[in-house]
């Protein structure tokens, strides 16, 4: 089982800028790590997914968000400059290893206007 563990979220005006972390915990390495949004009322959404070193993003952070790896082992980071209000929601921390995917508890970060 592996466990995904967020943290960085918060309230933030709008323009303003947080890192969001995650460490999952497992001896395996993990290649794919991303992170998903879910607003209220809306479905769960990819913002970005980080493979090997090759990163998607949704067209509506392209720019404005930067997904990357950390130095340790199974870790990964999502910098987010330029929030907007239409950012806010629940962010979780999605890892694929072996066939599986694992979820974090999912961290809230709301931008106000």
Known sequence: QVQLVESGGGLVQAGGSLRLSCAASTVFTINTMGWYRQAPGKERELVAVTTIGIANY????????????????????????????????????????????YWGQGTQVTVSS
């Open 58 to 101: 949704a067209d509506s952070v392209k720019d404005r968000f930067t997904i990357s790896r950390g130095k340790a082992k199974n870790t990964v980071y999502l910098q987010m400059n330029s929030l907007q209000p239409e950012d806010t929601g629940v962010y979780y921390c999605n890892a694929a290893l072996r066939g599986s995917y």
